[in-house]
């Protein structure tokens, strides 16, 4: 049984994949739990994952020269799926094995998580979203993250992806944020997830390359992000239809 | 776009001293700001390529912005913040006038903005926002600031038509990249808002 998520916001500097492997931990405590890079043409969850000197990636799996599993590493009590950062594996790699190493992961997992690009400008970029059960959206209490954070659900809506909730992150203002959270719901389809601290944890984690529940786990943006996952209801659909559902998907164009 | 811009902005022409494609309306208030301008910037968003006369003009004293005009829309003061498309790279055009030069314009009430809200709305970076409030005279640093977020939320108008756009360029975008058989039948469109 498995519900397949995109961590997604429409553009970079949210603390996305801060949040998906944060949500991951977290989630972990009760369910089976994998987290996948897929934003394989500017990817960093390795950085944040301690995954940084690994020989194989998902470059590598997507480039037909590994298996799905040797890019697998059992990290914090999750499956964890770094991407390589090199030009010339996104340039080998071969976007339409995405679909089959994600059906591979659905099979043995209760919740996948797919940090996605933070774009919505290119077909491999949209996949993620297109493709899973829901779609966890990320935001900053700013205009401009809130105007993004609209836009990749209405791209999501298209698709027939729904909200399953959204998350404020890099919040400064305390007093402010419930206000901004309870205004901002009536134009998402899910609830608020939580709001998370702006936290010099999360860089520093990020430099021990830890999560930042593993890194500072008392920390109250540590706590923002469990409170989050409980809120977080995980609907577990069939594996097989989820694996099916990746498979039978459209292959992106080559970047 | 030379100038004396547009519509309910009448600003004398100036002197082009700074004009290049910069990554975020970010790099332009900053520049601005580190030059202490006094005149006008003309900033026309990449995504204005598909559309006629998309562009924001802004003018400064000494860095710190006071009017705020978005061309398209022909929305003025914080309306035109929300209205202008500020998301991406733009060309920035920044011109020079003398300080009297903008003394009449600068009494157009409605088209005036607080120090920090083009830097609040159309960036987000808090930290750009109070280097311009800090810079503002103190007349204008005292004056109540809406709060952006609050504002933003409340214009349900704006925010449909966000919410319509990106409807639309998903859909046309799903049929460039060959998905629109991903695209959910049920979704008409047609409900933008609170479709809960």
């Not at chain 1, 429409?10 to 996948?36: C, F, P, Q, R």
């Not at chain 1, 990817?43 to 998902?58: C, K, M, P, Q, S």
């Not at chain 2, 009494?107 to 810079?135: I, Q, Y």
Request: aromatic share 4%; with cysteine.
């Amino acid at each position: 049984m498995v519900e397949a998520f995109a961590v997604a916001s429409g553009k970079g500097g949210t603390g996305k994949t801060t949040s998906t492997l944060a949500l991951g931990m977290a989630l972990a405590e009760e369910h089976d739990v994998t987290v996948v890079d897929a934003d394989t043409g500017m990817a960093n969850l390795l950085f944040h994952a301690g995954l940084a000197e690994v020989d194989v990636t998902l470059h590598d799996v997507l480039a037909g020269d590994a298996p799905t599993d040797a890019a697998a590493y059992e990290r914090f009590g999750m499956r964890v799926v770094p991407c390589g950062t090199s030009l010339a594996g996104f340039r080998d790699a071969d976007p339409e094995r995405l679909r089959s190493v994600v059906a591979d992961l659905a099979r043995d997992t209760d919740v996948l998580l797919l940090d996605s690009p933070a774009a919505l400008g290119s077909k491999s970029a949209i996949l993620p979203v297109v493709l899973a059960d829901r779609v966890v959206v990320v935001l900053n209490p700013t205009v401009p993250s809130l105007s993004d954070a609209l836009k990749v659900q209405e791209y999501a809506r298209s698709y027939g992806t729904d909200t399953a909730g959204v998350l404020f992150n890099r919040v400064r203002d305390d007093g402010a944020i419930d206000r901004v959270a309870e205004q901002a719901e009536r134009y998402f389809d899910g609830p608020t997830l939580g709001t998370v601290p702006e936290s010099d944890a999360v860089q520093s984690g990020r430099q021990a390359g830890e999560p930042l529940l593993a890194h500072a786990p008392d920390s109250p943006a540590a706590r923002a992000y469990r409170e989050a996952a409980a809120t977080l209801e995980v609907r577990s659909g069939a594996a097989e239809d989820v694996a099916a559902r990746f498979r039978s998907a459209v292959v992106p164009d080559p970047p | 776009m030379s100038v004396g811009p547009t519509g309910r902005l009448a600003v004398p022409h100036g002197t082009l001293v700074h004009s290049r494609v910069v990554e975020s309306v970010a790099v332009a208030f900053r520049e601005a700001l580190d030059r202490s301008l006094t005149g006008y910037a003309v900033l026309t968003p990449q995504a204005a390529l598909l559309l006629e006369e998309a562009a924001g003009v802004f003018t400064f004293e000494g860095g710190v912005p006071v009017l705020a005009y978005d061309v398209a829309s022909d929305a003025g003061g914080t309306d035109a913040l929300t209205a202008f498309p500020a998301g991406g790279p733009c060309r920035a055009e920044l011109y020079e006038l003398p300080a009297d030069a903008l003394d009449a314009v600068h009494e157009t009430d409605e088209l005036r903005v607080p120090p920090g809200a083009p830097a609040d709305h159309l960036t987000g970076d808090t930290a750009l926002a109070d280097r311009c409030r800090e810079r503002a005279p103190a007349d204008r640093r005292d004056a109540e600031e809406s709060d952006p977020l609050a504002a933003f939320l409340a214009d349900e108008d704006r925010i449909a038509a966000i919410q319509e756009e990106a409807q639309a360029e998903a859909a046309r975008r799903a049929e460039e990249w060959g998905l629109d058989d991903h695209l959910d039948a049920d979704d008409s469109g047609t409900e933008a808002t609170d479709r809960r």
